[in-house]
């Protein structure tokens, strides 16, 4: 034993030797990065909530929010040492947490934490109320979704997206939106018209429900119009030869009214038939009878009286809820919001058909690049929304053939700016081919001079495309549908 130890010994000695007898100085640090916060644990309340965090930092970073309730403040420019964030309502009675990762730029292995906790909301579940009780539980989610939604941003919407572009057509997978900023729109806007009306054996009906079920499998959300001939005298939606096309509906026996029927029998139809991939039906928006207060249409105000549209509206939602069992349809109205109006809140609600008749508010607005208008008319649309607990959204808008390279910053993210609504719905880009001359084009295309601009409003916190969506066909949590 004192053998082995005594050899132990040397051994030690002589390590300690070599090694400079543990008497050089301590090396120093090659690594003299800094971060740290004023505050690392920050406590909010359960409200929308504006909050900052102060940083002492000696290299440049970048934030991680991890989170989709907390975005980047808009209204207040971060820098080095504060940045700014702004935090939405708690919708549930438990409180929930996130972190803000600072991250250098140049190590992305460097990062530190911020914790924010947001309280609890003390108040009882949102309520809101749908038109058909019977709903599926996927539209009732819908519902309950494009309400919360705005307060994190408005979804951006382009009719046939997902069916044609400015220079293809009916390519699987292909979108004019896609091809500029590498997602698609959050909304995909289609007409069921063609599914409905004499031109039901089209052939093009197919395409139109192909790009449907692509567009729910992405979990995008389905908004559909309908551009109806008129069951009278045989024209086109826009024929308003007659005012009697929709007393005829109204009347019961009436040769008018039994064509109208055969044409809501093959939209039900078609809806009881639309299913996802898990077997569930694809839940619409359904926006029928739309741009109502103008008088170009056979259904507007130049061939009927308020009395009767509302009446109308109610047939059709009773024939296609009760009689045919269609309970994967949220029901939405559209008034035309073009100018200025002495009252704009009265103008979206004429001829109101209820509010037991409505799911979703929208307005359709061809303002062009008049912002003053636009920003007026959202400003009315979010107060009747707020008013009546519906959700709202712009169903329709555009430039048809603009050609600003800023349109996009200039003319829609800044005067929807932070409005409460869910959406912002491009009219088409008509497929034209070669044909350089048809200009019928309302949004973005590859080539076109406001590509940049466009990916500077995609890239803005606000603006929703298809990968920013939560599971829009789940029921958020602290929401009631009734």
């Given amino acids: 034993m004192s053998l082995r130890r005594s050899a132990y010994g040397l051994t030690a000695l002589f390590l300690l030797v070599s090694c400079g007898g543990g008497n050089d100085p301590v090396p120093t640090p090659t690594d003299t990065r800094h971060l740290s916060f004023a505050q690392a644990d920050i406590e909010i309340g ?92 996927e539209t009732k989610a819908l519902l309950a979704n494009l309400w919360a939604i705005a307060d994190k941003g408005w979804m951006f919407g382009h009719h046939d997206d997902l069916w044609y572009g400015r220079y293809w057509y009916n390519q699987a997978g292909k979108s004019d939106t896609k091809d500029v900023c590498g997602d698609y729109p959050a909304v995909f806007s289609v007409d069921f018209a063609e599914i409905m009306d004499d031109r ?84 619409v928006i359904f926006r029928m009878y739309h741009e109502h207060t103008q008088n170009w249409s056979w259904w507007g105000s130049s061939c009927t009286t308020a009395s009767e549209f509302v009446a109308l509206w109610q047939f059709t ?19 035309q919001m073009d100018e200025i109006y002495p009252n704009a809140q009265e103008r979206i609600l004429s001829r109101w058909p209820g509010d037991d008749w409505v799911d979703f508010i929208g307005i359709d607005c061809y303002h062009g690049t008049w912002d003053d208008a636009f920003r007026t008319n959202l400003d009315a649309l979010e107060a009747v929304s707020l008013e009546k607990r519906k959700p709202c959204g712009v169903t329709e808008t555009g430039k048809e053939s603009f050609t600003e390279v800023d349109f ?13 609504v869910s959406m912002v719905t491009m009219w088409r880009n008509k497929y034209v081919g070669n044909n350089e001359s048809d200009k019928h084009y309302f949004s973005i295309y590859p080539g076109h001079p406001s590509e940049d601009d466009f990916r500077t409003m995609y890239n803005a916190a606000r603006s929703l495309f298809s990968r920013d969506l939560p599971d829009m066909y789940t029921l958020p949590q602290g929401y009631d549908i009734k």
């Fill in 46 to 137: 359960y409200d929308r909530t504006a909050f900052s965090v102060s940083v002492d930092a000696n290299f440049d970073y970048r934030v991680d929010i991890q989170a989709d309730w907390i975005l980047a403040d808009p209204d207040r420019t971060s820098t080095p040492s504060t940045q700014y964030f702004l935090a939405e309502r708690n919708p549930v009675g438990t409180a929930r947490t996130a972190t803000l990762r600072f991250i250098d730029r140049s190590d992305r292995y460097y990062a530190k934490d911020v914790t924010v906790t947001q309280a609890a909301n003390p108040l009882r579940n949102e309520e809101l109320s749908i038109v058909d009780k019977n709903a599926t539980p």
């Fill in 200 to 283: 039901h054996g089209n052939e093009a009906n197919a395409i139109r429900r192909r790009v449907i079920l692509e567009a729910r499998e992405r979990g995008e959300v389905i908004l559909a119009c309908m551009h109806l001939n008129n069951p009278k005298t045989g024209g086109d939606s826009w024929d308003n030869s007659s005012k009697l096309v929709v007393a005829e509906i109204l009347t019961e026996g009436s040769a008018t009214r039994t064509k109208y029927l055969q044409w809501l029998d093959r939209c039900a139809d078609f809806a009881l038939n639309l299913k996802d991939s898990r077997g569930n039906l694809i839940p």
């Fill in 317 to 335: 939602v009773r024939y296609l809820r009760d009689t045919k069992g269609v309970h994967n349809f949220l029901y939405a109205v559209s008034p």
């Fill in 408 to 420: 996009w910053t200039r003319h829609v993210l800044e005067p929807v700016g932070g409005h409460r």
